[in-house]
């Protein structure tokens, strides 16, 4: 089992497309990962293991008829985050206050990824309707770090960065709306990708003004990753945030090697200090593309940003989740989305244009933005029920998302990479933010980091033990 269940995704596709091995052993081998360790991460709230295993079963067979002629995935096991819909299943949203437990289909991302040919084990921890960047929601216990059980995992994805990191899948979707992606991948030693703004499909079919949010992979490597955003990615011509289709698949232009680029590095931000332990490993990363030849220099100055300037959009976000019985929400969430009753979308949008220009203005001519995914190391458990009233709970919360919300706001692509772990053996995530489209070159930088300097090798504590 073990042999199997270390694999990422695209190498299980390839042995099962060999049949090497059958997507009902594999399905098996994981599942079995999680009955044994999902009881101490939290990670999955519903597991499809009877219907998983059916469907594995019937991907057998068609894999012994036609290996040749279906989709990349086919047979490889993944879990959805537990906002987006799987048709027939049931949807929780991270909250007691979800007005409809039960979708009858699945939403543009799960339809995507069935198309892909992966077997859903599962649904995936989120925090309450995706607001924060911690998995403690009121339905289950705190989704915990499987480096350090009494730490985060992060969020919103969290479910999705332990479920990785702890090998109970090996490729996973989550979704960004100010760091969802790339905080969890940070926290948890994975890689993860938040791509352009109009790269994929709103999952929900709704309008696309002030979006801040888009689904991405989280995966063990940048080749998984690639692969999964090409089963995900889909054009939107005409829509007002676009992303131009690449001209060949990420997963080819991911390798190859990314020409000269004028890359800036900062570890300096407006909202949180970051400790000099983090900081030394951003500045490492930054000597290793120095040493190949890119432009490197440091940018010492911010665009200025305050969580107040951001606070309205994320406030409009929440406010605008439909069927909720907000007297059984978090009271952090009722806060946050009672802030949003005033903005008017137009308003929302005026203020998003606002803050990206003057992101944009100070990013200038730069290709790629090296920064701390997140500052700090993951904080403890507890933080959603500290007893220091919702604005407080948020505003620290927020630090977090510090270096990752601005590429939500301009709809640039970002990924966050590991690079290391700090004394305590917490990981450390390297954020990575290119052009707007620039989504390929994004996952080529990434790929370069990835083989210099190797750190995914090492596994979670909880995955070896």
């Known amino acids: 089992m073990d042999e199997i269940v270390t694999k990422g995704a695209v190498e299980l596709a390839a042995l099962l497309r060999r049949r090497e091995v059958s997507s009902e052993e594999v399905v098996g081998a994981f599942l079995a990962r999680i009955a044994a360790k999902n009881p101490i991460l939290s990670a999955f709230t519903t597991v499809f293991d009877e219907d998983a295993r059916r469907e594995a079963r019937a991907k057998d067979k068609e894999l012994a008829k036609r290996p040749g002629d279906l989709p990349p995935f086919f047979g490889v096991p993944t879990a959805v985050k537990d906002l987006n819909l ?60 499987p480096w350090n059980l009494e730490h985060t995992a992060g969020g919103s994805s969290g479910g999705s960065g332990a479920a990785l990191a702890a090998d109970l899948v090996p490729i996973a979707q989550g979704s ?21 703004r109009g790269r994929i499909r709103n999952a929900f079919m709704l309008p696309d003004e002030t979006l801040l949010y888009t689904d991405g992979p989280l995966a063990h490597s940048v080749d998984d990753a690639a692969a999964m955003l090409d089963a995900l990615a889909g054009i939107t011509v005409g829509k007002p945030h676009w992303a131009p289709p690449p001209p060949r698949p990420f997963a080819e232009l991911a390798k190859r090697p990314p020409g000269r680029l004028l890359v800036r590095f900062t570890t300096t931000n407006d909202l949180v200090a970051t400790p000099p332990e983090i900081r030394a490993h951003v500045v490492r990363a930054a000597k290793v593309l120095a040493d190949l030849g890119h432009d490197v220099e440091e940018l010492t100055t911010t665009p200025g940003l305050s969580l107040e300037d951001f606070l309205p959009l994320w406030q409009k976000l929440a406010a605008d989740v439909p069927l909720v019985r907000w007297k059984d929400t978090q009271p952090v969430t009722r806060w946050v989305a009672e802030g949003g009753a005033r903005y008017s979308h137009a308003e929302v949008e005026g203020i998003r244009k606002e803050l990206e220009r003057r ?53 640039q692509p970002a990924a966050s990479l590991p690079i290391g772990l700090t004394e305590q ?18 996952l080529a930088i990434s790929r370069v980091l990835e083989e210099a300097l190797p750190y995914r090798k090492r596994r979670a504590p909880v995955a070896i033990a």
């Open 359 to 411: 992101i944009l203005a100070w990013l200038g001519e730069t290709d790629i933005v090296l920064t701390p995914t997140v500052a700090l190391p993951p904080p403890r458990l507890g933080l959603a029920r500290s007893p220091d009233g919702p604005a407080e709970i948020f505003r620290r919360a927020a630090e977090l998302g510090a270096y990752t919300a601005a590429s939500n706001i301009t709809g």
């Open 425 to 442: 053996g917490l990981p450390i995530g390297l954020q990575i933010v290119g052009r707007r489209f620039a989504d390929a070159e994004v």
């Open 86 to 145: 799987v048709a027939g299943k049931r949807m929780q949203f991270g909250s007691r206050g979800a007005k409809v437990t039960w979708s009858p289909v699945d939403c543009r991302t799960t339809g995507r990824l069935r198309d892909a040919g992966f077997v859903f084990l599962g649904k995936l921890a989120t925090s309450e309707y995706g607001i924060m960047p911690i998995t403690e929601p009121d339905i289950h216990p705190p989704t915990a770090n």
């Open 176 to 196: 960004d709306g100010a760091g969802s992606v790339r905080i969890p991948s940070a926290f948890c030693h994975v890689f993860g990708l938040k791509p352009s």
